[in-house]
């Protein structure tokens, strides 16, 4: 059976007895699970205000909003089963661009271009089947093969691991004489002064004793797994009523009742393997269509356990014992690991779970593939952490799959970010997943670039070295030659081949009976052969036009660069100004080619849900982008450019009495903090601490600190209220665009002033008219001001709110990617993971 009571488990697992699991605990965890229905959330689930942004991602698409009912994942009462829920998304997602994707290719061209317009429509019913199909192969997949290991290197591996545990734990010693303990650092006991006896663990043996008894050979217990040969499919069954007999039985499977139906699987032949996948696939979507009543199975109460169970069974349970409790145990011990699937008390999945759904093996270690080439991905904080995950990824493939689909892992909860398959990019008209193919290989051909870089640098090196030692060898040989019967060396020859009558240079060097010219010192074989040949003198020497190297005068080849001797002094300075053109021309290639790969600009349109409420359902548009500073010129030039008077926010104070002092600027001076909307999720609003100066500086718009004046005079009119300091708006009247979620008001006054006792002091009841801590009315003091993200002062904005309530999406994005992307939210529709 592959569910055993918890005491068996506990026994299994050498885990020994645990207070996180009563039977009370228990049923707690099976009621959750089997209470989760796979039932897509719908748009009426959604914040109404989210509906307008959602319109905004599909403005290019040409479509409404409810072309998006289709991507939108499972509703998800209470957490607990998010892991299997948002891994079961993904996989459908995928499943969806393969679905969308082949039926472009059946019903239209073969150009991309053409997809957007491409309006395929989906069962969603038949996509679920695929999914479950899709994990329960991948499970199989992942134990085709045998697994063998051995039982006792692996237990001596954990004694060995838990007595250094023990030793390190250990704080004090007793002393074999006086029986007084002592701490752990003592070399000697405290009381009686005397050393503590020292253990002998091993016996010297003359290494020449023939007599010794040879070392006893080390034991082995040999454990075998079988390969998957069959696909289980659990159905049926309900839940068992809580009773005093089942609490003993700690709900033994036997109560559920279900029924388990096996499809043969057989992965052994190499040779058709994809067409065996493809095969087993479509039989195990057969009989999830026709062999039972699937609404019933796998949609509505009950679904989510069977099909953990049906993973499990296909995948083997002792197989699953062994990734959880014992494979890779030298890599990650226990005390960093996860030994379950569902962790108790409450019910969460584990990243094994999710390992299991995803990559079909539940083991802590986790090798990733190649980028782009696995159909979805995963993206976690800390995938290198088992301290904090329980398991360890190698590599970074799962965050580059071939579809922009993952399921992201947040502390403790799952979600999925994607992009739809007839999405149409917003800054150049692109489909969505060419957009993303060109990021992802920019991305992952930058560590390549770099390696080919080095690897051009070193060779050129190595070439440079090379001709600087031929041209020095070059110029010793020639120097050899000069005062070859003054130092009466000979330089080393080279052997000639015997069947070729070799030719000797006066130089000393044997050349083969085909060169023409001497490898020693570069003579010319007509000129070296010569009866009393003529050997160079130091005036007779030429100037290589390309590399300047002096060469002898018989020398037809340049010993520097090996460009060919120029006949005429004409055609030298005719060689000269080609070698100078070509020089610049391949500069100016290098320098094009150098400023077309920094200018770059890739960005990809993304959606995250989450089921989970009180933030979900949710589903909240984001775009990453890559822009370097070569590329991006606009944003560049709109920073720096320099902020007028006119273009700020301004009002009339008519509490000043100097005439030329009446227009005020407002003027931001610090972020005090970010609060929620009252009227709608996942909205926020910031406060800030605000003046008004007479005086006006023009300043750059990234250093600005001014409010800039709203476009539309229309928008204008119905928030103009909220941007007075010296009144509170009125809140009576229901505004849709903005509202004021404070139930105070700050004293702009107290806040800002150089007293810190009435700092904080200052805040203040609304229907107070005079601050509390100073006493200064709110026309005199000021009140703060609690503005929309986009309202904020540019500099308070980019140096603040985006460093210290950056998206948690963001940053995420921005850790896996390794800070190669930017990320950029919407403030009315903010992603929650």
């Not at 695929?130 to 992942?142: E, F, G, M, P």
């Not at 999925?416 to 060419?434: E, I, K, S, W, Y």
Request: aromatic residues 10%; proline residues 5%; negative net charge.
């Amino acid at each position: 059976s592959c569910v055993a009571t918890i005491e068996e488990q506990q026994d299994t697992f050498d885990i020994g007895p645990t207070q996180s699991c009563t039977p009370d605990k228990f049923y707690d965890i099976l009621q959750l699970w089997w209470r989760q229905p796979l039932k897509l959330a719908s748009l009426d689930q959604l914040p109404p205000n989210h509906l307008d942004v959602l319109q905004q991602y599909l403005s290019r698409d040409s479509e409404d909003v409810g072309a998006l009912s289709k991507y939108i994942g499972f509703y998800q009462p209470k957490n607990g089963t998010c892991g299997l829920v948002a891994a079961l998304h993904c996989i459908y997602l995928s499943c969806l661009w393969d679905e969308c994707i082949q039926a472009y290719l059946q019903h239209a061209s073969n150009d991309m271009d053409d997809m957007p317009k491409f309006k395929p429509q989906f069962d969603s019913q038949a996509l679920l089947r695929t999914s479950i199909a899709q994990a329960l192969l991948t499970c199989a997949k992942s134990a085709s093969k045998p697994l063998q290991y051995d039982a006792l290197q692996i237990e001596r591996k954990k004694t060995s691991t838990s007595a250094s545990a023990n030793c390190s734990a250990k704080t004090t010693w007793q002393c074999v004489h006086c029986k007084a303990e002592n701490a752990a650092e003592n070399v000697f006991c405290s009381e009686c002064f005397k050393e503590p006896e020292q253990q002998t663990t091993t016996t010297n043996v003359d290494a020449m004793d023939i007599d010794a008894a040879p070392p006893p050979p080390i034991a082995t217990e040999l454990h075998s797994i079988a390969e998957c040969k069959h696909i289980f499919i659990v159905t049926d069954g309900q839940l068992p009523l809580q009773t005093k007999d089942n609490d003993l039985l700690f709900y033994n499977e036997s109560l559920f009742g279900f029924n388990v139906h096996a499809i043969a699987y057989n992965n052994n032949d190499s040779n058709n393997q994809q067409e065996s996948e493809s095969d087993t696939l479509q039989r195990i979507e057969q009989f999830l269509a026709t062999n039972l009543d699937f609404n019933a199975n796998f949609i509505d109460d009950g679904c989510c356990v069977r099909i953990l169970l049906s993973l499990i069974l296909t995948h083997g349970a002792q197989r699953c014992e062994f990734e959880l409790v014992t494979d890779e145990y030298e890599q990650i011990v226990r005390q960093f690991r996860d030994e379950s699937l569902v962790l108790g008390p409450y019910g969460f999945c584990s990243q094994n779970l999710v390992n299991l759904m995803l990559f079909g093996d539940c083991r802590p270690i986790i090798s990733a593939p190649p980028a782009l080439s696995y159909p979805y991905g995963f993206l976690g904080h800390d995938v290198i952490n088992p301290g904090a995950t329980g398991f360890y990824q190698m590599g970074y493939g799962y965050e580059y799959p071939h579809y922009p689909v993952w399921v992201v892992l947040s502390g403790t909860h799952y979600t999925t970010l994607f992009a739809t398959p007839t999405h149409v990019q917003q800054h150049n008209g692109q489909h969505v997943l060419d957009s993303y193919h060109a990021m992802i290989k920019w991305m992952t051909d930058d560590d390549k670039k770099q390696q080919q870089n080095n690897n051009n640098n070193n060779n050129n090196v190595s070439k440079s070295d090379g001709d600087t030692a031929n041209a020095a060898a070059a110029q010793s040989s020639s120097n050899t030659a000069d005062s070859q019967q003054q130092q009466q060396k000979q330089p080393l020859a080279l052997p000639a081949p015997a069947s070729v009558q070799a030719w000797k240079c006066p130089c000393g060097f044997s050349n083969a009976a085909d060169h023409v010219i001497c490898a020693g010192c570069f003579l010319d074989k007509s000129v070296a052969t010569e009866s009393t040949p003529q050997l160079p003198s130091a005036a007779a020497k030429w100037k290589c036009a390309f590399c300047a190297f002096e060469n002898e005068a018989t020398h037809v080849f340049c010993s520097g660069c090996f460009m060919e001797k120029p006949s005429t002094d004409v055609e030298s300075n005719r060689a000269t100004e080609h070698h100078k053109q070509q020089q610049q021309q391949q500069q100016q290639v290098d320098i094009d080619a150098k400023q077309e790969e920094e200018k770059v600009h890739f960005e990809v349109d993304l959606l995250c849900f989450n089921g989970l409420p009180p933030s979900g359902p949710l589903l909240a548009p984001l775009s990453i982008h890559i822009i370097t500073e070569e590329q991006d010129d606009a944003g560049k030039q709109h920073r720096d450019r320099v902020i007028k008077a006119s273009e700020v926010l301004s009002m009339i104070d008519n509490d000043e009495s100097d005439p030329q002092k009446k227009l005020k600027y407002i003027k931001g001076h610090a972020l005090v903090q970010r609060m929620e909307s009252q009227q709608r999720k996942n909205v926020y609003y910031y406060e800030i601490a605000i003046s008004l100066e007479s005086h006006f500086e023009d300043i750059q718009n990234w250093k600005s600190p001014y409010f800039m004046k709203f476009k539309n005079d229309e928008e204008w009119k119905n928030v103009k209220e909220f941007f007075d300091p010296k009144i509170l708006p009125n809140l009576s009247k229901k505004n849709t665009r903005y509202e004021y979620p404070s139930i105070k008001w700050r004293c702009c006054s107290c806040y800002l002033g150089d007293d810190m006792n009435k700092k904080y002091a200052g805040y203040n009841e609304l229907e107070n008219a005079l601050c509390k801590a100073c006493g200064k009315p709110m026309y005199e003091a000021l009140r703060t001001l609690i503005v929309a993200y986009e309202h904020v002062p540019f500099y308070i904005r980019e140096s603040k709110i985006d460093k210290v309530y950056q998206n948690p999406l963001i940053k995420l994005l921005q850790k896996r990617f390794r800070n190669l992307v930017q990320g950029k939210v919407d403030n009315d529709c903010l992603p929650v993971i």
